[in-house]
């Protein structure tokens, strides 16, 4: 497994009031998401547990994009069973969009 980890600054911070949301399953070169809040509105971090060696670029890439949506105060665990770069992208939009949900 290849760790990565990314903590890069974010336009605004994510709306909502969940506390945590996980998106995906680890299976059939899938991947899982989960979201939680951290306290430092405007940072993301990211950590990547991935069976797919020597692609940081590409994760760089796809992270750098989700975070320019406004992911301040996020902290996202990632585990990677192969999946490519769009389904990794449809994940992290799935959970950032649960996130934001309001608890009721």
């Known amino acids: 497994m290849e760790q990565l980890s990314f903590t890069l600054k974010a336009p605004r911070p994510a709306g909502g009031s969940r ?6 399953v680890v299976a059939s070169g899938n991947l899982e998401v989960l979201v939680e809040r951290m306290e430092d509105q405007n940072t993301c ?6 069976a797919a060696h020597g692609f ?3 994760w760089e890439a796809v992270i750098a994009d989700f975070v320019a949506r406004g992911t301040g105060g996020l902290r ?5 069973g192969g999946a490519r770069p769009d389904m ?3 994940r992290l939009a799935q959970g950032l969009r649960m996130i934001e949900e309001t608890e009721t």
């Open 76 to 80: 996202v665990s990632i585990n990677d």
């Open 88 to 90: 990794v992208a449809l």
């Open 19 to 24: 506390w945590q949301a996980i998106a995906g």
């Open 56 to 58: 940081g670029a590409v």
């Open 45 to 50: 971090r990211i950590d990547i547990a991935t």
